[in-house]
């Protein structure tokens, strides 16, 4: 129901000596372009966007002898690291999923639209990260990608990953999801080299899986942590940079509560009651805020839509229900080069100064 849309995100720039009363100020935005993707039902489609990257404050100095002012930047934006002490799961949404731990592999029962779902998201995964590969084997093109997914379940979409050829680790909170996916996968001899599990939190494994992966998944997750921003934060921590994230989740507007919990939990019983929770629900508006002021540049953003009379999910423009979100880690070079764009701009001008100090005093000594 969601097809393609990008959103839209603007920058403004300002360069130049700043004085002593900015000083808790943020002074410098540079424009990036970025490119950006529309994902449309068969292809992608690419648009040219202008996104500002924010550094934090300037300070001045003055240098009393030829009264020269020289502003530099204090530093860039750092991203804060996330406190293992504190939870992005709810003890709640844990009870839940793990009383329904046994029915993630029915394919005609209640997680049948996760089922489904695959069609869609599992070429949305695989055809971004084909374009960030040099090359690929025929019959494994993610081999050698390493990949976290977060909120695993069952293993619905760590298996068919894991058959593309990447190399796979499937984390969940439900001590019994873990269990059915570890048995489910036993049964194919490959996917048992390639996908590993763990029953755990997304926060308990940032600190031993620092900027470990080339790309972290979170699909059908985010709608049910307790505190979004600190996941996204996790999710940044792990990935490599230039690492990419692929979140699906619902939209918080009307026809979303009226279609995904009325409807679909009350009256259909396409899935069972109380699996959402409409206050936890985020607009692409929040998610794309949330993931940009974390270091995290959004490329896609594209709509979904659920058919219950025939099972099936397909690509649409209208992002009020689900929708799926691309975003990559900034590089490095990609974080510092505003910085140091500042910083030649500012010593050249200092050199300037410098220079006309230079000619002043010359013409005093004739």
């Not at 540079?30 to 924010?54: D, F, G, H």
């Not at 994230?245 to 899935?271: D, H, P």
């Not at 220079?355 to 010359?362: K, L, R, T, Y």
Request: hydrophobic content about 35%; overall charge neutral.
């Amino acid at each position: 129901m969601w097809g393609p849309r990008a959103l839209s995100s603007c920058g403004s720039r300002i360069l130049g000596t700043v004085t002593s009363g900015f000083r808790s100020t943020r002074a410098a935005e540079r424009l990036r372009i970025a490119s950006r993707a529309v994902y449309s039902e068969n292809k992608l489609s690419w648009t040219v966007q202008i996104k500002p990257q924010i550094f934090s404050e300037c300070r001045t100095m003055w240098f009393k002898p030829g009264r020269m002012a020289f502003s530099y930047l204090n530093k860039i934006k750092n991203y804060r690291s996330y406190s293992t002490s504190q939870t992005t799961v709810d003890s709640s949404e844990v009870r839940a999923f793990r009383a329904l731990a046994d029915k993630w592999w029915d394919e005609q029962g209640m997680y049948a639209p996760l089922h489904s779902m695959n069609d869609l998201r599992l070429p949305f995964i695989r055809d971004h990260l084909l374009k960030t590969l040099a090359t690929h084997q025929p019959g494994k093109p993610l081999s050698g990608v390493k990949i976290l997914d977060v909120g695993c379940g069952g293993g619905l979409l760590t298996e068919p990953l894991g058959r593309l050829g990447a190399s796979v680790t499937g984390i969940d909170p439900v001590d019994e999801n873990i269990k059915i996916a570890q048995h489910h996968k036993s049964f194919d001899p490959v996917l048992d080299k390639r996908i590993k599990y763990r029953m755990c939190s997304l926060e308990e494994i940032v600190e031993d899986s620092a900027e470990t992966f080339d790309a972290v998944v979170a699909s059908e997750v985010v709608e049910h942590v307790i505190n979004l921003e600190a996941f996204v934060q996790c999710c940044y921590q792990v990935l490599k940079p230039g690492g990419s994230l692929f979140i699906t989740t619902v939209n918080k507007t009307q026809m979303s509560y009226a279609m995904g919990i009325v409807f679909a939990e009350q009256i259909a019983g396409i899935v069972p009651k109380g699996t959402h929770t409409w206050e936890k629900f985020v607009s692409p508006e929040t998610l794309e805020s949330i993931l940009e002021s974390n270091g995290l540049s959004v490329q896609t953003v594209a709509g979904m839509l659920y058919n219950p009379f025939s099972g099936y999910w397909h690509w649409s423009d209208n992002t009020s229900i689900n929708y799926a979100m691309y975003a990559v880690r900034s590089l490095p070079q990609e974080q510092a080069g505003p910085a140091e764009f500042v910083l030649k701009g500012e010593t050249e001008e200092l050199h300037v100064n410098t220079s006309s100090s230079a000619g002043v005093h010359e013409k005093l000594k004739k």
